[in-house]
Each structure stands twice: as C-alpha cells, then as structure tokens.
T-cell receptor, first 109, second 115 residues
C-alpha cells in the first residue's frame, strides 16, 4: 500500500526563520493532503494537492506536489510561535488517508 | 454549527473489558473514520465507513469493531481491551463530491488507558 516518509521528524527554529518539511513516497501518488495538529489538539486539514507540479499558497505556507507525484513539501516563511505543532502529509487511498508520521515543529521566540 | 464530537474524552479501563467509544457528527457526511495515534506511529487507520451499514477494515483493525446504523454515528468497540490499545483515538468524517470533497474533519479525541 501507499506509505510516505516525512523528514525531518523534528525541527526547532527561531521565530522568523523558515521551515520546510518533506514527504516522500516510493510510489506515484494520485493526490496528497496536509494536516496540522497543535499540541494536545486534533488534526486540522490544510490543503489537498492533486496535480503534478502543483503549488498552492496559504499566507506564509507554500505547498508543492512534485512533478513525478512522488513527493510533496510544506514550506513556512518567517515562522511564528503559532506555527508550533505537528505537520502530517497523507496520501489518499479511496476516501481513506494514509498518514505519514509527521514533522514536529517547535519555535522559540 | 456542524461539528464532530467524541465521548468520553478520557477513559480508564481494565484489561479484558469491552469498551465502546462514541463518535457523533452533524456534518451529514457519509464517510467516517477511526484512527489511533501513538508516539512514533502517527495516525493509523482502524476502521472506516462509506455509509449506513457499510464498514471496512483499516491498517490496524484487529481487536476493534464498528457498526454504522445511521449517518451521524460510528461507535468503536474494543472487544477485550489490551494494554497495547492504550492510545489516543480520533474519529473523523468527510464528504465526497462537494467543494470540500475528501477533507477530513476530526473530533477532539478520546484518550484511552488500559490498565
């Protein structure tokens, strides 16, 4: 089945620095979703990517889907303390999602 | 406002007991899902349902069962609780075909401890 590897597992940055998390698959993905989970909270949907080479932006967040549809990335520009949490990528298999293990971001001010 | 709720939020039970975790959504979504979250494993799919009377096994379904008698509810039952089932359980729902197609909405989670 579809499995993805997320790197890094943990990342600590100073407020204002940029952050990127990568999601890699050995197989071609039809689509991928990204979720954010704040500490003690539940996952919250961020974006869905379906097209090869797709780039979507949400304020300081930029999401990319690779040309070969085997990888995806989330880039945060000028991190803020509100960006703290775990970011998950999740390719969709039918209507179900297969979550990566996530990248946990911590930010110090 | 539509929402998805889980109860109880915290539960402590003993090994061997049957436990049922409730999930209720008012989004009118046909698709519902149960995940467990453990450190180092992310979110793993337990069971899911495409609609009333439909249930499907996920990646880690052993020891769990679900039933779907209406659109709003998908209770998760642990037949005989084991310590390995100590985890945080999340329920989610999604619509198919609308503007937010396939986006999953998660409940607040249930923290289950099996002693």
């Amino acid at each position: 089945g579809q499995q993805v590897m997320q790197i890094p597992q943990y990342q600590h940055v100073q407020e204002g620095e940029d952050f990127t998390t990568y999601c890699n698959s050995s197989t071609t993905l039809s689509n991928i979703q990204w979720y954010k989970q704040r500490p003690g909270g539940h996952p919250v949907f961020l974006i869905q990517l379906v097209k090869s080479g797709e780039v979507k932006k949400q304020k300081r967040l930029t999401f990319q889907f690779g040309e070969a549809k085997k990888n995806s990335s989330l880039h945060i520009t000028a991190t803020q303390t509100t960006d703290v949490g775990t970011y998950f990528c999740a390719p969709r298999a039918g209507t179900a999602l297969i979550f990566g293990k996530g990248t946990t971001l911590s930010v110090s001010s | 406002d539509a929402e998805i709720t889980q109860s109880p939020r915290h539960k402590i039970t003993e090994t061997g007991r049957q436990v049922t975790l409730a999930c209720h959504q008012t989004w009118n979504h046909n698709n519902m899902f149960w995940y467990r979250q453990d450190l180092g494993h992310g979110l793993r799919l337990i069971h899911y349902s495409y609609g009333v009377q439909d249930t499907n096994k996920g990646e880690v379904s052993d020891g769990y069962s679900v039933s779907r008698s209406n659109t709003e509810d998908l209770p998760l039952t642990l037949e005989s609780a084991a310590s390995s089932q100590t985890s945080v359980y999340f329920c989610a729902s999604a619509e198919i075909g609308g503007p937010k197609s396939y986006e999953q909405y998660f409940g607040p989670g249930t923290r289950l401890t099996v002693t």
